[in-house]
Each structure stands twice: as C-alpha cells, then as structure tokens.
C-alpha cells in the first residue's frame, strides 16, 4: 500500500507533467519561441512524424529556430485534448494527448488534427519534455493546401 507522501508526490507529478502541453499550447499562441523551447529538457528533441518523412529537431536552440519557421505563415493554434500520463518512477514518465490545431491566419479554420507522444523527465524539481512526437492525421499535403 502508497503511503500518502507517495500518493501526494504522484498526484504533485501528474499535475506538473499535465501542465506541460497546456504551457506547450499557450507559448504557441503567444508566440513565445523561447518559452516553447524551455518546455524541454536540454536535449530534448520535437519530432514531426509526416505522411512520408520524419524529422527530428533536438537541443533548445534548434528548437527555438524550428519553431520560429513553424509558427509562421499558419499561425496554428492548437486545442490539447485527452491527456493521458502514465508514470514510470525515477523521474520518468510518458504520455500522449490528442490535439485540433486550426489558423489564426485563415479565421480559425481547421488545419488538421494529430496526436503527441511524450517522454516526459523530472531535471531538479521541474518536469521537462524529454521528446515529443507529434503525427498528424487529416492533415494538408502541404502547408497552405485545404
């Protein structure tokens, strides 16, 4: 049986770990590339998994330039749903969450829907993106395409 320091420190965990997509999504809305890019641990890595091609961007700072292209033209705004966090204990956990992105350019239509795959991992006492894959369904075969 859990005593209630470990119950505590699990619910403590999966909140933090839950607010990583909702941080994730409100840096995209406001632009923040270098709060985007803090979400990660050092060496995290963003993959974008696509019909046929996968492209991986790791460290901060390429994280922080990819993103700055990636925001641009659509101005994607995504809507996280369904999040589900399973902790594997010594500061590692993984998740996935489902997510709507729709174009602020574009009047908030809908661009595509997709899911992320995460390693998440505890670096001191904050919980930090360790990877994040990202595979789109019902997505334009090009950015701009309907």
Known sequence: MKTSDQILRELADREA???????YCDCVWRGDLDGIANLFSPNGSFTVKGREREVTTTGREA?????????????????????VVQLKGDGRATGRCYVELRSA????????????????ERIDSEWKFKSRSFRGFAMPQRAGER
């Open 17 to 23: 770990i839950r607010d990583l997509p909702i941080l």
């Open 105 to 120: 350019a574009r009047n908030f239509d809908w661009v595509g829907t997709g899911f992320y795959d995460d390693e998440y």
């Open 63 to 83: 994280l922080r330039k990819m993103y700055e292209g990636a925001l641009g033209e659509l101005n994607p705004r995504p809507y996280i749903h369904n999040h």
